[in-house]
Each structure stands twice: as structure tokens, then as C-alpha cells.
């Protein structure tokens, strides 16, 4: 027969439950996947010297050519001084460069550099081992359901 503290404890454990803030939380997923994904990433990538926002940095301004640093932010949608700290990361890197903006003076442009494209082009692989291990439990199908999904909560 329980006792009367057995009794107290139990209902104060049930009670207890409604504090549970992970268990059916899109956020708390959203966060393990993101610190999963991040450990993957320094593991297989971490040698590379780039974290993951300076390799989507640099990843885009390869692919725009002339891209100024208030468009890098807004496609990184990150503040003005966070673009400024990786900008200036990948400039000391020598992967990329500040060009002025013929005509004005107080705009420049910023361009990959031939050390930064081989950077990208040594990370190509290595990249897609990365994304392969991340989605070994998926199938392709759920991958790009995943994917779709994911796009449909960022907007």
C-alpha cells in the first residue's frame, strides 16, 4: 500500500510534467539538429579553418560577383557589424577582397579571390561527404521532404 510521501511525490512528478518544454518542441529539434549538424561539421570540416557561417559567406560571394556587404548580410540575414566581423575574417584569410565601387567612394564590392576559390574547390568533396553523413538516416525522398519543410519554416 503507498505511503502518504509515496503518494505526495508521485503526484508532485506528474504535476512536474507540465514543464516539459522539449519533448513536442519545434525549436528544442530544430536546436539538436543544428548542434548535431555542427559537430559533424568541425569533425570532418574543422581542419578547413572555416566555421559555417565564414563558408556560406564565402560560398555566396563566389557565386555574386561584386556582392556589397549590406546584400551579404541580407542574404546571410545577419546584423551589419556580424557581417562586418566575418567579411574581415575572410579578407585576413586572403579569400576574398574589398574593390571600390567606381563612382563611390564610400561602397565597395567584395570579390573571391583565386586563394578563396581554391579554398571552395578543396572543400567540394569534403562538403558533400559532410552532407552525406548528416542525412544518412533519411532517404532521399525524406531528405528532400526534409528540406522542403525546413525552407517552409525559415519563411
Do not use: N, W
Not at 519545434?26 to 539538429?33: K, M
Amino acid at each position: 500500500m503507498p505511503t502518504k510521501s509515496r503518494k505526495k511525490a508521485s503526484a508532485a512528478a506528474d504535476d512536474l510534467g507540465r514543464f516539459d518544454f522539449q519533448s513536442d518542441s519545434l525549436g528544442y529539434a530544430l536546436r539538436r539538429a543544428q548542434m548535431r549538424a555542427y559537430d559533424i561539421f568541425f569533425e570532418m570540416l574543422g581542419a578547413m579553418d572555416l566555421s559555417p557561417a565564414r563558408l556560406t559567406a564565402l560560398s555566396i560571394v563566389a557565386m555574386e560577383t561584386d556582392i556589397s556587404q549590406a546584400t551579404l548580410a541580407k542574404r546571410l540575414d545577419i546584423a551589419g557589424p556580424s557581417v562586418l566581423k566575418l567579411v574581415d575574417a575572410l579578407e585576413e584569410a586572403g579569400f576574398i577582397r574589398r574593390m571600390d565601387v567606381k563612382g563611390d567612394r564610400r561602397r565597395y564590392s567584395l570579390v573571391i579571390t583565386s586563394a578563396g576559390r581554391g579554398k571552395l574547390e578543396k572543400l567540394r568533396s569534403e562538403l558533400e561527404a559532410y552532407e552525406a553523413r548528416l542525412a544518412e538516416q533519411l532517404t532521399p525522398a525524406e531528405r528532400a521532404q526534409l528540406m522542403a519543410l525546413l525552407a517552409r519554416v525559415a519563411s
